[in-house]
C-alpha cells in the first residue's frame, strides 16, 4: 500500500510542471498565442455573422415594392460596400505566405532538376 502511494506522488511530481524546465515555459508561450489567435478568429466569425445579417437585411428592404429608384439605388450602393467588406473580413493576405514561398521553393527545385536531367539527356 504504501509503495504504491510513492509511486502514485513520483507520477504526480513527474507531471506538475516546474519553473526550471524550459519545456513547459514553451508550452505555456504556445498555448498562451492559442488562446490569443481563438479569440481574433472568434471576433472575425462574430463580425461576419454581423455582416451577414445586415447584408440580409438590405436584401429585404430591396425587395419593398415602395421604394425609390435613389433609395434603391443607396441600398445597393451598401450592399455592394457590405459584401466587399465581407469578403474582405474572410480573406487575409497572410495565409498565402506560406503557399507561396512553397511554391517558389519546389517550383524553383523543379527548374533546376529539370535543367540537370535535360543536360544529362542532351549528352
Known amino acids: 500500500m504504501r509503495q504504491r502511494q510513492r509511486d502514485l506522488w513520483s507520477v504526480r511530481g513527474t ?24 479569440q481574433v ?7 461576419a455573422q454581423e455582416l451577414q445579417a445586415r447584408q440580409r437585411q438590405f436584401e429585404q428592404q430591396q425587395r419593398d415594392p415602395h421604394l425609390s429608384p435613389e433609395a434603391l439605388q443607396q441600398l445597393q450602393q451598401q450592399l455592394h460596400d457590405l459584401e466587399v467588406q465581407l469578403e ?21 527545385l523543379g527548374i533546376i532538376i529539370g535543367w540537370i536531367l535535360h543536360l544529362i539527356a542532351s549528352r
Not at 513547459?24 to 508561450?29: K, P
Open 41 to 47: 478568429l472568434r471576433q472575425r466569425f462574430e463580425q
Open 15 to 38: 507531471l506538475s510542471p516546474s519553473s526550471s524546465d524550459p519545456d513547459w515555459h514553451s508550452f505555456d508561450a504556445a498555448l498562451s498565442q492559442l488562446e490569443i489567435s481563438i
Open 88 to 108: 474582405s473580413q474572410l480573406f487575409d493576405w497572410r495565409s498565402l505566405y506560406e503557399p507561396f514561398w512553397q511554391a517558389v521553393r519546389f517550383g524553383g
